[in-house]
T-cell receptor
């Protein structure tokens, strides 16, 4: 069975400083991995996805994530935080069998201060 | 439509009443999913529909929960005899042929049972 662990429930950064949101996964199969963002009162939006191609994945709004099989990690990073990045971020794993059910982590709330 | 539409956006109901939540997926998307997001939790899978196949109901928490999808399009999630622990945001997503990377989520229905 697949699972993800998001290591921080809250992360606080100042505007213009780097962002690191940590995620470790567990999967019996070769997984697909995703990061979703949820702004207040908005739907979930896909930031980026890893599906066994390049291990460094670039997404929208300057975010990227690196798949490290040896560390079973898929951390999300951004070089410089913007106020609009404040939101809830979910790390998600899916196996590549069956109907590819998404399994969500518990989320990391990113707070960005001026 | 352009996105996944869910209605109502908010629902307050009395304990013991039945509720129906509606999801209009993206036109042409054959796969439809319901997830539940409780306060402070990640998303919890409820049920999956794919084309004319029998739905995967493995995530439904009790027999008070049921869902149907008419004509391969609109879906209704029904909760009978609601309980306070049913309070959550119910999210619907659709994708083309069940591809995990192609999920589009609706904005959800916030259900409050009082």
């Amino acid at each position: 069975a697949q699972s993800v662990t998001q290591l921080d429930s809250h992360v606080s950064v100042s505007e213009g400083t780097p962002v690191l949101l940590r995620c470790n996964y567990s999967s019996s199969y070769s997984p697909s991995l995703f990061w979703y963002v949820q702004h207040p009162n908005k739907g979930l939006q896909l930031l980026l996805k890893y599906t066994s191609a390049a291990t460094l994945v670039k997404g929208i709004n300057g975010f990227e994530a690196e798949f490290k099989k040896s560390e079973t990690s898929f951390h999300l990073t951004k070089p410089s935080a913007h106020m609009s990045d404040a939101a809830e971020y979910f790390c998600v794993v899916s196996d590549n069998t069956g109907f590819q059910k998404l399994v969500f982590g518990t989320g990391t709330r990113l707070l960005v201060s001026p | 439509g352009a996105g996944v539409s869910q209605s109502p956006s908010n629902k307050v109901t009395e304990k013991g009443k039945d509720v129906e939540l509606r999801c209009d997926p993206i036109s042409g998307h054959t796969a439809l999913y319901w997830y539940r997001q409780s306060l402070g939790q990640g998303l919890e899978f409820l049920i999956y529909f794919q084309g004319n196949s029998a739905p995967d109901k493995s995530g439904l928490p009790s027999d008070r929960f049921s869902a149907e999808r008419t004509g391969g399009s609109v879906s209704t999630l029904t909760i009978q005899r609601t309980q306070q622990e049913d309070s959550a945001v119910y999210l619907c997503a659709s994708s083309l042929e069940g591809r995990a990377g192609g999920y589009t989520f609706g904005s959800g229905t916030r259900l409050t049972v009082v």
